[in-house]
Structures are given as structure tokens and as C-alpha cells.
């Protein structure tokens, strides 16, 4: 029972990310900005100077980035491709090859939004968790709300103030990149770099976990509150369990399960949630580069990027579908 | 004259799954007639997994049968439309198990007897319906100022079912489903609970389906009794003479696990294979023959049919065959079960 | 639905109006959200009629870079917008694009997801395969394409705004309104209301939907925040209805314009408080529809 | 080597497209670095996979002799080997120039792309200290500076041009600088149409002939005055520097080649590059050097980082973390210059605090669209602008907005002064909204009841299309303008705004002028007919929004082509072309582009400033070597 779940469960991840995948390929399709020309405007705009023929040349590069063909023939080239493992050159950037992109901004961005997904995770769930607990003393059920208040600020704004006070005026953090410049040649495993990585990876980790931190409480307190009173509840207060095992065996583990599925869904978008957080701290992760790719339309880019979170996505969604018999013995696979 | 409630053949089978789908029978083949004229309470047995509950629901119009008919007044369940329908939906009603979950947590308790009055258009005006309620729950012993007005979760489990059943009696049902109504209240109020169905029976003639998997409270309450296992109806009768003379090894086996308050039964005596779940698919015929004390090399091939030992008794099992021979009534009047 | 009143009153009750305020007594975060929110109404609504916004809010009204005074009480900002207009201005266009985008966002995420839920079989299939396949594509493509094709760069309106940020706001909901409803539809008194004479939507809307309203608030809120949000993200980056002094319009003029760094505290000031208003209201009015809502927390207290 | 990444690579086919190009398919070869990058990928280990090193070039500026491999050794390319971790050296901070520039959301993604023939190029962050030009020209300075060339003289007719090669040059590996590699570049030019310069070249070039190793004669098409100007010399982002012939010719295509940090090149830096950062360290064996051709500079390295966000780049230059960054806002410059006093800019610590650039910004629509086709409605815009607000609202009262298309340089200022009085006759630069009424009832415009000019029913539509990065400043204020003059405006920053300037939708285009620097033809050239493509067919070029037609206007600037600057014809030429621009108002003229650059001089003196005009400050632009060479370490 559980193998042949496992196995339609895995036939329809594939549907989804096929899907998905074809949806990505054809949507920047509509758009009108082309990006062969794009990266001569960026020439342009950042130069003052352009070729002077510039039309004969974007029809040059249209050839050969294979732009020219119907619509349907790039596609099944491109899934082609894909199936090779080749995920084709940057537009914008050629002869640099979106591989070669990804494979420089993936840690960083694995790094940075995955830690602070989970870390913010469990502070938002935890506070969340005992807002809701009638246990609670009042200061702790009040903290949601100014959480809240704080994700109101925008997070680029928040990075903005963080950087002024903490980096420029009290010059206690750097100002933003992932490293010491100059100090390294590139990034290398060693026990100072990583520190150094740390230290300049804490203002960004900041603006993110303060500005997301507060709807992850006020979920939890959402569902928290719906336990609450339930007759299981009471019945393990009464049974005399340990508070603490109340507290986690039957009021978190049951008012969880929304929040995991959030979670999963966080982690399919820290590629996009950690965009303006990147691009402010100068944080050489996938947000930037996905950014930078989708204002030029660099197909092949945003495609590289798109299939990453359509996996991320997708492979979350799958293992909380997963686990959600484990967490909610209410939900079964079958129904009789 | 047409049945109240008539079920042919029916059997269901789940299916799940839309590459790979995958089998499970949970009831075949099984007739029943519930005739309005003679209200009787029909106990249906069997443990759980049984196909007991998927009766229920086929019987109350949540669940589509996959093989054979559910009649209502002579008419298929599903192709009821328009004021049958809300005839059928009034008259079959059900009392279910658990005493919390049929309460909406959001509602105060009156809730579960408004809606009803309010969708059947059983009271004329609010206060008309406040009387029913009072009066439906004064006759399950309530006291309506002690429970109208409070959550379900103000009150005791006794008083929720009580509530439940006043429900029932408030529609008028010409059917009620009890689904286990006592299994999750106090000992002592079972018999209140019990009491008020036969009560229901007795005064306004419904009706009662009452599923169980306790014999004991099967034999107190029902008139007749039909046992089920692995969904098939292994016998059927009178209740008195089913559990005083049981006959299929399968029935024999339950009654002999019951606790009778007699000294000199020896509890267990017989002996019983251990149920693993997986021999019920492994063969094709009697689903019973792993676990069955007195299997035969046939009852391993072809599944028996039902034999008719008298009137109201029959069994599905091969011992049976010659005794069922000598009786041959020229119109086979089983009430219940055929 | 019957707004729950205290199990233990006597059966004479008092005046429906003497009830409600003794329960607001005891829901302070109700109050004190819709006060906040009445108050932020007020301000744009009194704001208006007391200022001509239509040329106020806009630029050259003002010398530029003044610190608040008598004559502009909030300042001005670098290209001569009267602050005190623009505040009033952009809470209601900012109020109006959250509000909209929040509402489609809900109602569509509730219905899709009550849908998949309580009906299941082929319906849920689809259901789960487009939420799911839409949901893995990077939000900012969806938004920056359908902003940059679809909408009508002549006419960025506040609506159009809203409308694109709904494009996604209604994902979430419905996945985990789903979810809820496959646990909640497997309840007795699901069975009950139909043996009741429900139809399916009357189950979905009087049984189903009251016991999500806690989740619903908070979702809605969630939604409400996030279409802002959302909306501050197509302003930054030039989608928006670059004219318009919404807040977030207000915000990225001052980052623009580095007024940090260049300690015009006012520009800044004004609109993040605005906007920690708004959010505050929302936070506090989902809290208190929490207990509003919900009976059980209403017995603890 | 990619059996060792366990088969999963990430290469990219080589397109197809390129085998039919003519040039001879080699296999490719310099796929090295970025196969290892990308095999990272595969490796799982996240963080480790990004630093866990791979094969890279040594610092050593002289690369090892190419080990034997299966690979057939390429000579000047060394082919594919373990790269050893990277140790940069030492260099104390005050040997350090770091400046802040460039990069996409804080990270550079075209690091390693060093060919200068690949569209990812681009010079500004710092590849412009490894290629090197014939010719530099400094534009404060008014000065040619030849580099790899000693001399270039046309002949009488303008349609020879003999340059004598500078003994000694020698590229990275080597060989020297010849003829041939000068010839090799101009022909790959001509032959090669996915290369930018291609255009120009293969019009004006008829042959390119190396007699010997240090002569190149260039044969033109026709008299070419400008040639050695725009095209070999390095001013500003313009010019071409000489590739390497050796290499560039064992290219299986010349555009298909990142280049990477080892690209062999003659300038005086070597090179390594990250997402983060780009490092250039000084070539102690650089050819300049050896020489004796140019005294080694203080700036023993420089560091090129990428910006993230315009304030926090401030903040990095008031911290002193970084000697220069680029141009700012007004109001930004002048809070950084208050917050160190150690900061300087062109004008010292004086408004305007910036020079002008290059680029000086119009109002552009499509002439050919109506209602723009009118040149009433195009007057009636401009009359609608008050200038003197702009300059007080944008430019904190400095004096920004212009009546010309041109930068008011020094060498232009005597064209400019010949004609400025006749634009002010004509009202170019006034603001009048009666004025303005009056040509648009001129123009058939009624007023709406809302106070908007209609025509036909139709309103004019005025959405400004701009960059937000650049023209946020002023954009909002226009809108607000035009708004008071009936015009019905909106600002449209959004990432499609070049597409819609690109294919003549309506609207105004807010851009600037990549045109003249020491005479006026160039500029006028954007508005000659051969580049006015029809609306939806594209532009024939940069900066060609108008798609202008006018036989009258195209005999003048065909004229001027042929006369070299300097030429005394050109002003009375140059008098009736700007009568045609003014009197048609072909763009509004509005404001000079500024460029506010913060220097700072804790680390770092003799930045070029107005008292000391040796070159104009932007080290985005090919001149940063000269930059370079003549900044001092502080004392």
C-alpha cells in the first residue's frame, strides 16, 4: 500500500515538474521585451554607446541562441536538452553558460535561505505555539502582534535601516557581500572563511527573520487556537501528563500540520522569497541572479532557476504529502 | 405491498487510485428487506472491518452500491429526486457512534435540532420549534433548560447521545441507522440510550438498524440479527434463536467469546485461529475457512450459498446443506435476510 | 450563526447591545484593531475632504526636502509632494489595493480549496495539479510577466495592481483550506447535516467554513498583507502605478532618494508608520476574531 | 576529466549554428573553469561545493608550458589542468585601489568573461586594465595618447591611414605586438557580423595591409576624418582594443570563448574573478614596463566590487572600505561629501560636485507616430517644461537643463556658442503654456473637461518610458509638467520601457545622446534617415528613437562626414543642421548628464579633478589605465 502511494506519488511529481516546466518555458515567451536586444540596452544604458547596427545583430544572436525557430521547435529542443543536462547559455551573458551561473549562486542562496527558513520556522511556530497555549503567561501570548507589525516593514526597507545603524553608524557588521574582499581569492573551505561568511551573513539573515517571523506566529496561533479545548487536551491535562508533553505531543503536533505544508512551501520559494534581501546585502545567491534574469527576460536563465525551484517545490510538496499520514493519522491514504 | 427498504445483491467494493487501482470487497452479496409495516429492530453483527458500517452508509444513501440495488419505496436511493428525496431523507435517519463528532464544535447543541426542523419545515414558527425540541429531549429524559444553549463540549457524552437520539424521534424517521449509539457512552446509561430506541419502535413504529459489534446488547435490544463477516452475511434469524443456537461456526465461535454471567461456561473453549487479514484474499471461497474449525476441502473453492433452515433462519455454510434440503417452504418468507 | 453569548447567563437575557459590549469588554484586540482601523479609515476619509489630494499628494506642490512645520505638518518630500497628502492618499490606495487583492485571494483560495477538499476524486485532482504546478514557478516571473504583458502601461491603476497581485494570492489558501477540509469533512457531523437535509454547498458554507474562520481571519490577513506586499514588489520594480503615491510608491521614492542615509527621518517615518498601522489593526483584529470565533478559547478566558 | 565528475556535465552542445559560420569547427577547449563550476553543481556538498576549489590559472604572470596532454597543446591557451587553490598575495590596503561598480543585484555575473568579441564583455569593471588600444584620447585633456601605436597620419584625402607601430609591445605570453594582430582585428571586424563594431568597420574599410611588423595601412571606402577618433581610439565606453591574433585564430569562434581569467592579453594587469569580486594585480613584467614607456604606478591592485544598492555604496565610500564609486544622485553626493571630509569630487567639494558626461538627455518621441509626426505637438511639449524647476527641484538649483543634444565640452563650446543665440530666438528652453496652447490649437488640440488636449477623441499620450536607476530624478517632476500643460502623463520604469522606445510605441522616451565629443557630426548622424526603420521594425541603432526623415537634413550631415573635425566648413554646416533639429524639435533637449563621482582621498591622490583635468574621472571607461597610472598612494 505504501510502495504503490510512494510510486503514484512520484508519477505525479513528475507530471507537476513537467508541467510546471513547460508552463515556465512558454510564460516569458509573452513577454515583449527581447533579450538579445536587452543586453545591448544594458550596453546602451550603462554606456551611453551601441553598435550602430544594433537590429542586424540581435537577428545574429536570435540565430544562434536558436531564437528564430517556431515557438514549438525551441521547446522540444529545449526539453531536449534538459533531458541531457544541459541547461543551455545565458543570453545575457554568453559565452557563460547558466550551469555555470547556477552552480556559483546555488550555495550561497542553500546556505543563507535555508538556515534562516528554519530558524524562522521554529521561532515563528514556537512563539506561535505558545501564544495560543491558555498555559502561557500574557506577555508571551501578546508577542505575535508586534511580530507582526515588524514583517509590515518592508524587508528591503528593514535591510536599509539595519545596514545604516548596525553596519555604517555602529560599524558592528559589515555592510553586505558574503565575504571579506580581497582577503579571499574566492571561496575556499577554511575555518576562517567560513566565519568570515558568517559574520557577513547575519545582517541578511536579520532582515529575512524578522520580516517573515511574525506570519509564521500568527499561523501557528491560528491553528493553535483551534486545539485548543479539544477533548484530547483535556483529557492528557486530566491524565496528569507532563506539561511540556501536552504541550508538544498533542498541542503542536496537532495544529502543525498547515504550517508544514507552509513550510515546504517556504522552502520551494527561498529562490525568490531572499531576492530583495540578496540584492540589497550584494548576496551572490540565486534571488539576485534570478532577478537580474527575469528584468533582462534571459530565457535560459530564468528557465535554469525556474527548473530548480520547480524541483524544490514540487519534492517539498511530496515529502509533506509524505509525512502527512505520520503527523495527522486522521488523513489516510485510502479512505474506506 | 413495496418494502420500506430493500436491498438486492449489494455488494461494494473500494476502489482507490487513478494509474493503479486496487481492490477492496467490503460487502457482497447481501439482501435485506425492512418492511414498514412490522417495525422490528434488526441487529447486524460482526467485528470490525466487517462490512457493518459500509451497510450503514449504503442504507442511508452516503455510499453507492457497486453491485446490486438499494430500494427505497420500490426506487433506487440514487435516482430519488425532488419530494422523495426529501421523503427518503427525512424517514431514514441515523444515530452514529461517537457522541462529539456529530456536533458541529462551532454551534451551541440546539443546532443539530434546528437544522433539521428548519430543512424538513417541521414547525411552523420558532417557537413551535422550540416546543418540539423540549419535548424531543424530555423524551429521551432531558431536561431542556440543562442543555439547550450549551456547546457540545458542555456537556456529558450521555447527554450528547441523548440529544442525538432526541434528534432522531424529532424527524419522525420511519428508519433510524444506529450505528454503535451505545459503545461510547457509560455503562450506565446505556440502557436509557437502548430503552429509547425500543421505545421508538414500540411508539411510533420505526424501524431500527441497529449495527453492533457487542452480541450482548444485540441480544437485549434486536428482534432479529444478521452476522456478517468479511462482508458477507454468514447467518441470519430471530435474535433468540441465533444466539441460543447459533450455526455457523463463525456465529458459534462469537458466542461463545461472550461473557455469559453462567459459571459453568467455559469461556473460549473452541478454537479460534488468529486473524491475519490476508486469508480473506488468498482464497476464493468461504471467506471464513482459514480461521473455521470445521473447514472442508470445498468451502476452500467455491464460497457456499445461503442455506435456508426455516422461516427466519439461514446460513451461509456447507454443514448446512442437507439440513437445508428437508425445508422447502413454497414461498420462502425470510423476513429480514433470504 | 449564533455569536456565542456566556453559556452560564441566566435565561433572561439581557439586550443584545448590552451583550456585545460586554463581550468587546473582554476581547481588547478587537477593539483595539478595529479602532486602529476605524481610525486609519478616518484619517484618509476626514483626510480628503480637508486636503485637495489630487494636486497635493502629487509633485511639485511643495518646496522640496522640507522637515515637518506649520505649514506641512509631515514635511515634504524631494520632488515637492506634500507628506500630509500623500499620507492620506496612499492609505487609502494602499488600503483599497490590499483589501482587493486580499478578497479575491481568500475567496478564490477558500472555494478552490473547499472544492478539492470536500468533493474530492477528479475535482481535487485538478485542482491539486494546477495549484501545485503554479505554485512551483517562481512568484516574481508569474507577477513580472502578467505585469509586463498583460497590464497597460498607459493605464497602471491601482486595480490593475490589485489584480495582479491576486494572481497568486489564492494559492496558499486553498492548499491548506484543503487540507483542513479533508480532516474536518471526515467528522460525524458532516454525515449529520446531510442526514439534516444539507445540500453539499450549505454543508460547505454553515458546517465547514465556520470552523475554518479562525484560519480564514488569519489567512485573510496573511493575504491582505501579502497582495501589499506583493504590490511593494511590482513598485520596486517600476511595475506599479509609478504616479500614484501609495505607500510603498512612498517608501521606494525614499530609498531611491537615500533619505536614510541623507537623514530625511520624515519621509521615512511617515509611511512605515502607516504601514505598521495597517498591519497592526489586521494582526489585532485577526486575534481577536480568533476568540470571536472560536467557542473553546472563549471558555478558557 | 569529466569522467572524474562522474559523467554529470553541465557543458553546453556548442551551437550548431556556429559550424556554419566558415569558421573552422575546432572542438571546444576553453570550457575548463566553467566545466569545474558547473560539475560543482553535480557534487552535492552545498556550501563546500562552492568552495571547494578546482583548476585555476597560477598568479604567475608567465603561464606554465601546456602539459602534455591528449589534448593537442594549444599554443598562448593552456589547456585543461587541476586548477591549484588561488593565493593571492599581500598588498597592503594603501597599494589597494578598490572602487564600487557594476555587477546585477550585488554580484557579477559575467565574471570571467574576458574576450572582448563576447557579448558578455564589458569593460567597465575593470576588464579595461588587460586590452589595450592603438590610441587613447582624453577628453578634459583634449589629447590624443597613443599607446600601442606611436603615430597615425591620414593622407591628404582622408582615405589612408598609415599608423606606426610602438616597439616592444608584447602580449602576456610573449609574443609581441605587430601589424598583424592590428590587421588580424580590423579583418575578423569586417568578416564577422556578430561583432559590434562589424557595422562601422566593413562600411568604411576597404583593406587592411601589414607591410611589416610595425606598419599598418588602412585603406578607406571613402574619406574617413573620423575613423582613428571613433573607432581606434579608447575614449569614454567607445573604440576597439587589439586582440591577440595568435590566440583569437585557434578560437573555434571568436565570440563563443569566455576567455577566463588567463585570456592572454597586453595590458598591465592580470586578473581574477568571482561572483563577489573582480581582483587585478599589477604585472610586473608588463611590456610598458620593461620598456621604459610608462613608470610603474603606487596601485599595485585593484579591486573592483560589485554594488548592491546606491546608498549602501555611499556608506561604503564615507567608511573609507572603498576609494571611488559610481556617479550619484545629487542630493546623495552631496550628503556623502558632508558625512567625510576626506571625500573629494571633479569640482573638489563644490556644487555642482560632477562633470558633465557624454550623454546629455532628450525628450525623444517617434516622429513618424502620430500625433507626434507634428512638429507643433513637439514644440508644445518642450514650451510646456519649465526648466529653471527642474534645476531647482533635481539638481539643487545647479543649472542641469540644456538647449542642445551636445555635451558642453570644451572642444564643442565653439559650435555650441555659434548657434546658442538662435535657439534662444526660436524659444528652445523657454516655458510658456500659453505658448504651448497655441501650438497645439495650431495642431488641431481641443481641451477635455478635465483640462487634457484631444484630438479626434483621442488624448495625447505622454507615458515618459525611462530607467528608474537613472531617471527617476527628473521623470516624476516631467510627468507632473506635462500633466499642468494638458499633457496626459505617466512614468513607465518598467523592464519593458526600452522595448516599447525600441519599437516606436507611442509615448516620450526619456534617453540620452551617445554622440559628439570633439565635433558636432557625430550627434547629428543619430538623425539621419538611413536609420529611421518604419514604427515595429526596430531601430537601425543606438540611440535612433526618431526614426527622422529628411532629405534637407541627410545632404547636410553626408557633407559633414567627409570633412575632418576642426574644419572651418563644418560651422556653417553645422548652423542650418541645428535650425532643421530646433525648428523641427526632433527630441526635446533637456537636461546635461552629470556625473557625481565620490573620490576619496585617504588612500588615494591626483585624482583628475577641475584643477587638474588630465582626464575625466569615470574608471568605468576604457581610459582606467591612465587613471590608474597617475593616481598616488597618500602619504
Not at chain 2, 456547546?151 to 420511519?174: E, N
Not at chain 2, 462482508?231 to 462469537?254: F, M, N
Not at chain 3, 471526515?186 to 484560519?215: H, T
Request: a neutral charge; proline letters at 7%.
Amino acid at each position: 500500500m505504501q510502495l504503490t502511494y510512494l510510486i503514484r506519488r512520484l508519477a505525479f511529481l513528475v507530471f507537476v515538474v513537467w508541467s510546471a516546466i513547460t508552463l515556465l518555458f512558454f510564460l516569458p515567451r509573452l513577454s515583449p521585451i527581447n533579450p538579445v536586444r536587452e543586453r545591448f540596452a544594458e550596453l546602451q544604458r550603462s554606456t551611453g554607446w551601441a553598435p550602430r547596427d544594433l537590429e542586424r545583430l540581435v537577428k545574429v544572436y536570435e540565430v544562434k541562441f536558436g531564437l528564430n525557430k517556431p515557438l514549438h521547435e525551441q521547446y522540444l529542443e529545449y526539453m531536449g536538452s534538459l533531458l541531457r543536462g544541459d541547461l543551455g547559455y545565458s543570453i545575457m551573458r554568453y559565452p557563460r553558460t547558466v550551469g555555470d551561473l547556477i552552480a556559483q549562486a546555488l550555495p550561497w542562496t542553500i546556505g543563507l535561505l535555508t538556515v534562516t527558513t528554519l530558524l524562522t520556522f521554529a521561532i515563528g511556530t514556537g512563539i506561535g505555539a505558545l501564544a495560543a497555549w491558555p498555559r502561557s503567561p500574557q506577555w508571551v501570548k501578546g508577542m505575535v502582534t508586534p511580530l507582526v507589525v515588524l514583517a509590515a516593514i518592508p524587508p528591503y526597507l528593514l535591510g536599509l535601516l539595519l545596514i545604516y545603524f548596525v553596519a555604517f553608524r555602529a560599524k558592528l557588521l559589515p555592510m553586505g557581500g558574503a565575504y571579506t574582499l580581497g582577503r579571499f581569492a574566492e571561496p575556499e573551505l577554511s575555518m576562517p572563511f567560513l566565519l568570515d561568511v558568517a559574520r557577513h551573513a547575519i545582517l541578511p539573515a536579520l532582515s529575512l527573520i524578522l520580516s517573515t517571523v511574525g506570519f509564521w506566529a500568527l499561523g501557528m496561533r491560528g491553528m493553535g487556537v483551534t486545539v485548543q479545548g479539544e477533548d484530547y487536551v483535556t483529557f492528557a491535562e486530566h491524565k496528569g501528563l507532563d506539561l511540556s508533553r501536552i504541550f508538544y505531543a498533542y498541542y503542536v503536533r496537532n495544529a502543525i500540520l498547515p504550517q508544514v505544508t507552509a513550510l515546504a512551501l517556504a522552502f520551494g520559494s527561498i529562490v525568490s522569497s531572499g531576492i530583495l534581501v540578496e540584492y540589497l546585502y550584494g548576496f551572490p545567491g540565486l534571488g539576485s541572479l534570478l532577478n537580474a534574469a527575469i528584468l533582462a527576460n534571459d530565457f535560459f536563465v530564468i528557465y535554469g532557476i525556474g527548473l530548480i525551484t520547480i524541483l524544490a517545490v514540487a519534492v517539498s510538496m511530496m515529502v509533506v504529502d509524505l509525512l502527512y499520514p505520520l503527523l495527522d493519522p486522521r488523513i489516510r491514504y485510502t479512505r474506506a | 405491498m413495496t418494502p420500506l427498504l430493500e436491498l438486492r445483491a449489494v455488494g461494494k467494493v473500494y476502489t482507490r487510485g487513478v494509474f493503479a487501482r486496487e481492490r477492496v470487497v467490503a460487502l457482497k452479496g447481501v439482501d435485506l428487506v425492512i418492511d414498514e409495516s412490522r417495525p422490528r429492530i434488526i441487529a447486524v453483527a460482526g467485528e470490525s472491518g466487517s462490512g457493518k458500517s459500509t451497510l450503514g452508509l449504503l442504507v442511508l444513501g452516503f455510499l453507492q452500491p457497486t453491485e446490486g440495488a438499494v430500494l427505497y419505496r420500490g426506487k433506487r436511493v440514487d435516482a430519488l429526486r425532488g419530494a422523495e428525496y426529501w421523503r427518503f431523507r427525512r424517514e431514514v435517519q441515523a444515530v452514529f457512534q461517537d457522541p462529539f463528532a456529530v456536533f458541529n464544535p462551532f454551534y451551541k447543541v440546539d443546532h443539530l435540532l434546528q437544522v433539521p426542523i428548519e430543512k424538513f419545515k417541521l414547525a411552523p414558527s420558532r417557537q413551535a420549534a422550540r416546543l418540539m425540541m423540549e419535548d424531543a429531549l424530555r423524551a429521551v429524559g432531558l431536561r431542556p433548560e440543562e442543555v439547550l444553549g450549551r456547546f457540545p463540549h458542555q456537556l456529558s457524552g450521555g447527554q450528547r447521545q441523548r440529544i442525538a437520539v432526541a434528534r432522531a424521534l424529532l424527524l419522525k424517521p420511519r428508519l433510524l441507522v444506529a450505528d454503535e449509539p451505545v459503545s461510547m457512552v457509560d455503562a450506565s446509561l446505556r440502557a436509557t440510550i437502548l430503552e429509547s430506541l425500543r421505545h421508538m419502535r414500540d411508539a411510533h413504529g420505526v424501524s431500527i438498524l441497529y449495527i453492533t459489534h457487542d452480541l450482548t446488547t444485540a441480544y437485549h435490544v434486536a428482534d432479529e440479527i444478521l452476522v456478517l463477516y468479511a462482508g458477507r452475511v454468514v447467518e441470519s434469524g430471530e435474535v433468540e434463536a441465533v444466539i441460543r443456537a447459533p450455526k455457523h461456526p463463525y456465529t458459534q465461535l462469537l458466542i461463545d467469546s461472550i461473557p455469559w454471567p453462567d459459571v459453568s461456561r467455559v469461556w473460549g473453549a473452541a478454537p479460534m485461529t488468529k486473524r491475519d487479514g490476508t486469508e480473506a484474499r488468498a482464497n476464493t471461497g468461504c471467506r471464513f475457512a482459514p480461521r473455521c474449525p470445521a473447514v472442508m476441502p470445498r468451502c476452500w473453492q467455491v464460497p457456499p450459498p445461503t442455506y435456508h433452515l426455516g422461516l427466519r433462519r439461514a446460513v451461509a455454510c456447507y454443514l448446512y446443506e442437507q439440513e437445508a434440503e428437508k425445508f422447502n417452504p413454497a414461498e420462502p418468507q425470510c423476513m429480514a435476510a433470504r | 450563526m449564533e455569536l456565542a453569548l456566556d453559556p452560564h447567563a441566566p435565561v433572561t437575557q439581557p439586550s443584545q447591545l448590552t451583550l456585545v459590549l460586554r463581550y468587546l469588554r473582554r476581547n481588547p484586540s478587537l477593539v483595539v484593531g478595529v479602532l486602529l482601523l476605524l481610525f486609519l479609515v478616518g484619517f484618509g476619509a476626514i483626510g480628503s475632504l480637508l486636503i485637495d489630494t489630487s494636486t497635493r499628494a502629487y509633485p511639485l506642490a511643495a518646496p522640496p526636502v522640507q522637515p515637518p512645520s506649520a505649514q506641512y505638518p509631515l514635511g515634504t518630500d524631494r520632488d515637492g509632494r506634500d507628506l500630509l497628502a500623500v499620507m492620506v492618499r496612499g492609505v487609502l490606495l494602499t488600503g483599497a489595493v490590499g483589501l482587493m487583492a486580499g478578497t479575491v485571494g481568500i475567496v478564490v483560495g477558500t472555494v478552490v480549496g473547499f472544492l478539492a477538499g470536500y468533493f474530492g476524486g477528479w475535482v481535487d485532482a485538478v485542482i491539486r495539479w494546477l495549484t501545485e504546478v503554479l505554485m512551483t514557478i517562481p512568484p516574481l516571473v508569474l507577477q513580472v510577466i502578467v505585469a509586463s504583458t498583460i497590464v497597460d502601461k498607459n493605464k497602471v491603476t491601482i486595480f490593475t495592481m490589485a489584480g495582479v497581485a491576486s494572481v497568486l494570492a489564492w494559492m496558499g489558501t486553498a492548499r491548506m483550506v484543503r487540507a483542513q477540509v479533508l480532516s474536518l469533512r471526515e467528522r460525524a457531523f458532516v454525515s449529520m447535516a446531510r442526514l439534516s437535509g444539507m445540500g453539499d454547498l450549505e454543508i460547505i458554507f454553515r458546517e465547514l467554513m465556520p470552523n475554518m474562520l479562525p484560519y480564514l481571519a488569519a489567512s485573510f490577513v496573511g493575504a491582505v498583507m501579502g497582495a501589499i506586499g506583493a504590490s511593494f514588489g511590482l513598485e520596486a520594480l517600476g511595475l506599479g502605478p509609478v504616479r500614484e503615491p501609495t505607500i510603498g510608491m512612498t517608501i521606494r521614492w525614499a530609498v531611491y532618494h537615500s533619505a536614510i542615509f541623507n537623514q530625511w527621518w520624515w519621509w521615512v517615518l511617515w509611511p512605515v508608520l502607516a504601514l505598521i498601522l495597517i498591519f497592526a489593526s489586521l494582526a489585532l483584529i485577526n486575534r481577536g476574531l480568533d476568540e470571536l470565533a472560536n467557542p473553546r478559547v472563549r471558555r478558557t478566558e | 576529466m569529466k569522467k572524474e565528475w562522474g559523467g554529470l556535465v553541465f557543458e553546453p552542445a556548442p551551437l550548431t549554428d556556429l559550424d556554419k559560420r566558415g569558421v573552422e569547427a575546432v572542438k571546444p577547449r576553453f570550457t575548463r573553469r566553467q566545466l569545474l563550476r558547473a560539475s560543482a553543481l553535480a557534487s552535492l556538498g552545498a556550501l563546500a561545493a562552492a568552495c571547494g576549489g578546482g583548476a585555476s590559472p597560477e598568479q604567475s604572470a608567465q603561464p606554465e608550458p601546456a602539459p602534455t596532454e591528449a589534448l593537442e597543446p594549444i599554443p598562448g591557451v593552456p589547456s585543461e589542468r587541476p586548477r591549484a587553490p588561488i593565493n593571492l598575495k599581500e598588498v597592503p590596503r594603501n597599494r589597494t585601489l578598490i572602487v564600487n561598480y557594476g555587477g546585477a543585484g550585488g554580484q557579477f555575473t559575467n565574471q570571467g568573461i574576458t574576450n572582448p568579441w563576447a557579448i558578455g564583455f564589458n569593460h567597465q569593471e575593470g576588464n579595461a586594465l588587460l586590452w589595450e588600444p592603438l590610441f587613447y584620447y582624453s577628453v578634459f585633456a583634449n589629447r590624443e595618447i597613443p599607446w600601442l601605436a606611436e603615430s597615425g597620419e591620414y593622407n591628404e584625402d582622408y582615405t589612408e591611414l598609415t599608423i606606426k607601430m610602438r616597439q616592444g609591445a608584447e602580449w602576456s605570453d610573449g609574443v609581441p605586438v605587430t601589424s598583424a594582430d592590428v590587421k588580424y582585428t580590423l579583418d575578423t571586424l569586417i568578416e564577422n557580423d556578430a561583432l559590434s563594431y562589424h557595422a562601422q568597420v566593413a562600411e568604411a574599410v576597404k583593406e587592411v595591409q601589414a607591410p611589416d611588423e610595425r606598419t599598418v595601412i588602412i585603406k578607406f571606402n571613402k574619406p574617413s576624418p573620423r575613423f582613428k577618433f571613433e573607432i581606434l581610439s579608447l575614449k569614454f565606453d567607445t573604440g576597439i582594443p587589439i586582440l591577440p591574433k595568435h590566440v583569437m585564430e585557434q578560437m573555434y569562434d571568436v565570440v563563443a570563448v569566455p576567455g577566463d581569467d588567463d585570456m592572454v592579453h597586453s595590458g598591465m594587469f592580470n586578473t581574477v574573478q568571482t561572483p563577489q569580486q573582480k581582483v587585478f594585480d599589477l604585472r610586473e613584467d608588463w611590456w610598458g614596463f620593461k620598456t621604459g614607456f610608462q613608470k610603474k604606478p603606487d596601485v599595485e591592485r585593484v579591486l573592483v566590487i560589485p554594488i548592491s544598492d546606491m546608498t549602501t555604496a555611499a556608506q561604503r565610500v564615507v567608511n573609507n572600505e572603498v576609494d571611488a564609486t559610481i556617479d550619484m544622485r545629487p542630493s546623495l553626493i552631496r550628503s556623502v561629501v558632508e558625512q567625510n571630509p576626506k571625500i573629494i569630487t571633479h569640482t573638489g567639494r563644490q556644487e555642482p560636485l560632477g562633470y558633465v558626461d557624454w550623454w546629455p538627455n532628450s525628450l525623444w518621441v517617434n516622429t513618424q507616430l502620430p500625433p507626434y509626426n507634428n512638429p507643433d505637438l513637439r514644440w508644445a511639449i518642450s514650451l510646456a517644461i519649465d526648466r529653471d524647476t527642474i534645476d531647482r527641484f533635481a539638481f539643487n538649483g545647479v543649472k542641469l537643463t540644456t538647449i542642445f543634444p551636445y555635451p558642453e565640452y570644451e572642444t564643442l563650446k565653439p559650435y555650441l556658442d555659434r548657434v546658442r543665440a538662435r535657439g534662444e530666438a526660436l524659444g528652445v528652453g523657454r516655458f510658456s503654456l500659453e505658448e504651448s496652447a497655441v501650438r497645439m490649437q495650431r495642431a488641431g488640440f481641443t481641451k477635455d473637461a478635465e483640462g487634457f488636449w484631444v484630438k479626434d477623441g483621442q488624448r495625447v499620450n505622454a507615458t515618459i518610458h525611462g530607467f528608474e536607476v537613472i531617471h527617476a530624478d527628473i521623470a516624476p517632476i516631467l510627468v507632473e509638467m506635462l500633466r499642468r500643460g494638458g499633457f496626459e502623463a505617466s512614468v513607465n520604469f518598467g523592464t519593458d520601457a526600452f522595448q516599447r522606445m525600441v519599437d516606436g510605441q507611442p509615448g516620450l522616451y526619456l534617453y540620452g545622446h551617445g554622440g559628439s565629443l570633439i565635433d558636432p557630426y557625430a550627434t547629428l548622424e543619430l538623425y539621419h534617415s538611413r536609420s529611421s526603420q518604419p514604427t515595429q521594425a526596430g531601430i537601425g541603432g543606438s540611440n535612433r528613437f526618431s526614426r527622422y526623415n529628411n532629405p534637407e537634413f541627410d545632404r547636410l550631415v553626408d557633407e559633414m562626414s567627409v570633412i575632418p573635425p576642426g574644419d572651418a566648413r563644418l560651422f556653417a554646416l553645422f548652423e542650418k543642421a541645428m535650425d532643421i533639429y530646433w525648428g523641427e524639435m526632433i527630441d526635446v533637449p533637456l537636461i546635461q548628464w552629470l556625473h557625481r563621482i565620490p573620490y576619496n582621498t585617504t588612500y588615494w591622490t591626483n585624482w583628475p579633478t577641475q584643477e587638474n583635468p588630465y582626464l575625466n574621472g569615470a574608471f568605468w571607461h576604457y581610459t582606467f589605465p591612465l587613471l590608474v597610472l597617475n593616481l598616488r598612494a597618500a602619504a
